[in-house]
């Protein structure tokens, strides 16, 4: 069984910086990719950025230039910098793992972010 546990959510100011993690634990083979989505209040789930088991990266019109997807493929572990955060930025945001036999979710990790 797999099991995705997010870390580092909080609180800031904008302009300020948020750094989270997602580590992978369980059965973990043939992966596709990782990557982060986000949710705000009244809003469906969308993409952040996305990294692929070769380390392509793709990113959201939304945030590029502010964060930067990391994966550690050894230690089965996943990060988000995300930098100059904007009030827009607020959501719960989950780590996703997609493997040739099937796709993951984590519990998700609340950003706030006050203007």
């Known amino acids: 069984q797999v099991q995705l546990v997010e870390s580092g959510g909080g609180f800031v100011q904008a302009g300020g910086s948020l750094r989270l993690s997602c580590a992978a634990s369980?059965?973990?083979?043939?992966?596709?990719?990782m990557g982060w989505y986000r949710q705000g209040p009244g809003n469906q789930r969308d993409l952040v950025a996305t990294?692929?088991?070769?380390?392509?990266?793709n990113y959201a019109d939304s945030v590029k230039g502010r964060f930067t997807i990391s994966r550690d493929s050894a230690k089965n572990t996943l990060d988000l910098q995300m930098n100059s955060l904007k009030p827009e930025d607020t959501a719960v945001y989950y780590c996703?793992?997609?493997?040739?036999?099937?796709?993951?979710w984590g519990q998700g990790a609340q950003v706030t972010v006050s203007s």
């Open positions: 996703y793992l997609r493997t040739r036999y099937g796709n993951y």
């Open positions: 990294i692929t088991s070769g380390g392509a990266t």
């Open positions: 369980g059965s973990i083979s043939a992966v596709n990719f």
